[in-house]
């Protein structure tokens, strides 16, 4: 990676000079403004996670590695050269050679915990820089710090929803709470913007409390940056599967010889996930299943259907336009009940025999989330079918989905505090707080109070998590998902 400092936009370069000469201190805010653009039906609110990844990915171990730990001349040559072949004359570097010599990014952020759900229009965190000659520093992290957090917060209140839609259906269907962390499977990797953002991603996934993932770079970001254990805890899991390129390798032999193969050879025990629709999936379902109903039985562990086509809330609940009484009528759900049969919970409904199960990893919204669980329940089964979560969810999304912004709200003007905001005519809806902040609860709800003293500012639920380059009260992956849990 190259030096941090450039890591902006251009017109950053010049804010420095633009503001006015007498301001010491840049007081600005993290805040998620709307739900106008949500993916979300009826959202109030966004889950804060991501700001302890960045502070230890960009603002400790870039800025000390690749600035404060190199030569001064090798910190600054390339911003130097790209901003001043951008920009058409030389930039002067001087104000990076005194950050340089200063040894540390002079700046305090306040945040509130990672996993709580934070209403529209209140701040997740504050940043302010410490020392009078750096306040240029606070806003130009703007850009990096944005680009970071919004789409990890995204994602984490997308999964949330899922989470919440699968937990409200348990509690109506009576499914035991401990399959819930396995209900929603990431399967965005390959769909991302690059591997970073699938491991950003996949982690804000895992912190909703989903376990289920194929996206093996998210345990290793979990670890590193939010403290987890795979030996120790359960951060992520997945299960032995198969994809169209090894089933169309057993051409000449046919299904059924491929599934013994599987269940005898390759996963003789344990969950097994079967793709199941590369050439005809009802013939599949209907007519291959039965003749192995005795060896999937007998087997020590779970053989799972896997549709991959066709229309999901269809395929998993049957199509009502269909022959009445055909595979199609009735839905994959229904046809392996009516072959393994299974059990019924307290409330009644139905859950498929331990032997088996069902999955459906395409093109899972959250509106067919929510039709497979209303349709499932409205023919008596409990929805125990696991949903793969993929990329059109978690990034079919951009910084307007909550609004996201970091706004500057107070500075300190010729040794005097004073309040700023904006406050567009033309969209009243982009206003900002104004003055110093400080976030507490009012009858249980997180509020904003804007306008606040020095002394009001030091009070409140925002509190630090970076210093003078320095991280403190770090949390943790387990912690995160207590939090949310908590506010379902």
Not at 46 to 59: A, E, K, R
Not at 99 to 122: D, N, T
Not at 465 to 470: A, S
């Amino acid at each position: 990676m190259s030096s941090p400092t450039i890591q902006k936009d251009v017109y950053k370069e010049f804010h420095r000079l633009a503001y006015h000469p007498s301001v010491t201190r840049v007081f600005a805010n993290f805040t998620n403004r709307s739900n106008t653009h949500s993916n979300i039906e009826d959202c109030d609110g966004v889950y804060h996670v991501g700001l302890q990844y960045f502070i230890q990915d960009y603002l400790i171990e870039d800025w000390n590695e690749h600035f404060f730990n190199v030569p001064v001349d090798d910190a600054v040559a390339n911003h130097h050269r790209y901003l001043s072949a951008m920009l058409g004359f030389p930039v002067d570097v001087q104000y990076l050679r005194d950050l340089h010599a200063l040894g540390h990014l002079p700046l305090l952020i306040k945040s509130l915990p990672e996993g709580m759900k934070v209403p529209y229009q209140v701040p997740s965190f504050t940043v302010v820089n410490t020392h009078p000659d750096f306040a240029w520093l606070t806003n130009a992290i703007e850009t990096v710090l944005s680009c970071e957090v919004w789409p990890m917060q995204t994602s984490l209140t997308t999964s949330v929803a899922y989470l919440k839609n699968f937990k409200e259906s348990f509690e109506r269907t009576g499914v035991p709470m401990e399959l819930l962390p396995f209900m929603g499977h990431d399967f965005s990797f390959r769909g991302m913007f690059g591997r970073h953002a699938a491991a950003m991603s996949g982690f804000a996934h895992l912190a909703s409390g989903f376990a289920g993932t194929d996206t093996i770079p998210a345990l290793e970001f979990a670890e590193r940056f939010y403290d987890a254990d795979v030996d120790a805890e359960l951060v992520g899991c997945s299960v032995c599967a198969t994809e169209h390129s090894v089933t169309c390798s057993w051409i000449e032999e046919g299904e059924i010889a491929f599934i013994r193969y599987l269940m005898n050879e390759a996963c003789p025990t344990g969950i097994l996930s079967i793709v199941a629709d590369t050439w005809d999936f009802w013939k599949l379902v209907n007519e291959y299943l039965p003749l192995l109903h005795d060896e999937i039985m007998a087997r020590d562990g779970k053989v799972v259907i896997r549709p991959d086509s066709g229309d999901p809330v269809k395929i998993v609940c049957g199509d009502p336009g269909a022959l009445e009484g055909s595979p199609e009528f009735k839905g994959l759900v229904e046809c392996l009940w009516d072959e393994f049969g299974g059990t019924t919970t307290a409330q009644g409904f139905r859950i498929l025999d331990e032997h088996v199960g069902a999955i459906y990893g395409d093109a899972i919204t959250l509106e067919r989330q929510e039709q497979i669980i209303a349709q499932l329940e409205a023919k008596g089964f409990a929805p125990t079918v696991v949903l793969g979560i993929g990329s059109y969810t978690y990034q079919f999304v951009t910084r307007d989905t909550h609004g996201s912004a970091v706004k500057a709200t107070h500075v300190i003007k010729e040794g005097k505090g004073l309040s700023i905001y904006k406050k567009p005519a033309t969209d009243v809806s982009k206003k900002s707080a104004r003055g110093l902040l400080r976030v507490d609860r009012e009858d249980g709800e997180l509020k904003l109070f804007d306008m606040q003293s020095e002394e009001g500012e030091s009070m409140g639920l925002l509190q630090p998590v970076f210093k003078d380059g320095k991280a403190l009260n770090r949390t943790t992956l387990g912690a995160i998902r207590e939090r949310v849990w908590d506010s379902l």
